[in-house]
């Protein structure tokens, strides 16, 4: 198909494109990796740690392309890609991110996270960050737009609050987004994070115009109503966007639960429950593509909107509409992006980044069985388009 072209979309339906906010560039396409024995949290950072030790600069490049190339023929046109810093890899996952951001700038828009997911403190009794916190530092200076970390991976709970802090002050001195994946955990014993994360952003008076995002934060499904009622009055004008990761939260966490009567709980942000009944923007977004935390699942962003039919429970033409908000503007919100549609229904002077979804009539069945056959229109240029061919033996009736 010519970049200009006229479309017939045969009556298929149009939405604003699909969005990334939360994806790793540098360790997607890697399961036949990682032998899984336990498939827990500790069981993938291990074998992860042990993949990324043999990551090459061609591998990372062939896997980072893959993952845009085929996020472009869902219809994403913009994302948040994290790349790992750390005494491991140094800046090799940054500097194949910035390549590949680089050649594919004119069909999508790639913010690059700068992403420490391995501890800043190398031991309990450190005061001082260590050798992974001065990589960060240099980082954060190369050209990116999101400052990152996992304070989770701490060896102590002081030191995880050290992280945030020493994370918001970085990112605020070079103007950059900030990403934090936190509270990742079903403990009601662990102190969460995100009241940490609130009054740091106060104490340096946080500018709206850089985001906060957070990962996650499955810690807060055990919160009650009144708790979320107060985390929302903290929040206040803060520019904090929750983005839930319904794959890998449901598939990593609540593994102790598995001999109980109804087996793991749902371990993830009910993104239809938390909006309709705080009034809190909820993004959502794929994580993981094939490796030892996701082994399972699509990149396909409206993938997650049919599984979250089943999961919270949400058919109603409402919260199917937050469930397609979640993949698309709240995530291109919740990033920082400018230029965004008003809502899912395109109106005059919205940016012509578009998706049309062939043979899916309605957004209804967009969030339930979106079909496979799209366009993805970038500026108003057609690039990437993916379609089906279909056959059936003459003598099947």
Not at 156 to 167: F, P, R
Not at 192 to 204: F, G, H
Not at 230 to 240: C, F
Request: proline share 6%; charged share 20%; net charge negative.
């Amino acid at each position: 198909m010519p970049l200009h072209a006229d479309i017939d979309a045969k009556g298929g339906l149009v939405l604003p494109s699909l969005c990334h906010s939360h994806i790793h560039l540098d360790k997607c396409f890697i399961l036949d990796r990682c032998k899984l024995a336990t498939g827990d949290f500790a069981e993938a950072l291990q074998v992860t740690n042990t993949a990324k030790a043999s990551f090459g600069r061609d591998d990372l490049y062939r896997r980072g392309y893959k993952l845009i190339r085929e996020s472009l023929e869902c219809g994403v046109t913009s994302m948040r890609a994290h790349v790992e810093i750390d005494t491991a890899v140094e800046f090799l996952c940054l500097e194949t991110g910035q390549k590949l951001r680089q050649e594919f700038r004119d069909v999508c828009d790639i913010q690059l996270t700068a992403f420490a997911q391995e501890p800043l403190f190398d031991t309990p009794g450190n005061t001082e960050p260590g050798r992974n916190y001065s990589l960060l530092v240099e980082a954060a200076a190369r050209d990116i737009e999101v400052v990152g970390s996992a304070p989770y991976v701490e060896p102590t709970v002081e030191q995880a609050k050290a992280n945030i802090l020493l994370v918001l002050e970085l990112a605020q001195k070079h103007g950059s987004h900030v990403d934090f994946h936190l509270d990742y955990n079903l403990d009601p014993a662990s102190e969460p994070l995100i009241y940490e994360v609130i009054s740091a952003a106060k104490k340096l008076s946080w500018s709206r115009e850089s985001r906060i995002t957070i990962g996650h934060a499955t810690r807060l499904q055990l919160f009650t109503p009144p708790q979320w009622r107060d985390l929302v009055a903290a929040i206040g004008e803060l520019p904090i966007t929750f983005i839930g990761l319904p794959q890998s939260d449901m598939y990593m966490l609540g593994r102790q639960e598995a001999d109980t009567s109804l087996g793991p709980p749902r371990s993830t942000l009910r993104i239809p429950y938390i909006a309709n009944k705080y009034n809190m923007e909820m993004a959502m977004s794929v994580n993981n593509v094939q490796n030892a935390f996701t082994p399972q699942g699509s990149l396909d962003p409206l993938s997650l909107c049919a599984l979250g039919v089943a999961l919270f429970q949400s058919a109603t033409p409402r919260d199917l509409g937050i469930l397609v908000r979640a993949v698309t503007l709240t995530s291109k919100r919740a990033i920082g992006q400018k230029d965004v549609h008003r809502d899912l229904c395109i109106s005059t002077h919205d940016p012509a980044d578009l998706v049309i979804l062939h043979d899916t009539p309605n957004l209804q069945l967009a969030a339930l069985n979106p079909s496979y056959d799209r366009t993805t229109i970038r500026a108003g240029i057609v690039v990437a388009r993916r379609h089906t061919s279909k056959w059936v033996a003459d003598t099947v009736v």
